[in-house]
């Protein structure tokens, strides 16, 4: 069930990957933010064009 809902999730558009690390950004900046967050804001920024 929970493999089904990753391989079903939709692919996000580069805007919104950059909106998407925009806010984990913010939310690293205001408060504290764990690993696992940090590292899938820099996921979001990599597969972006530069």
Do not use: G, S
């Amino acid at each position: 069930m929970a493999a089904e809902a990753i391989h079903n999730r939709p692919v996000l558009t580069e805007q919104e990957r950059l909106v998407n690390a925009l806010d984990l950004t913010k939310e690293a900046i205001l408060k504290d933010t764990d690993v696992d967050e940090r590292i899938r804001a820099l996921k979001l920024l990599y597969e972006c064009e530069p």
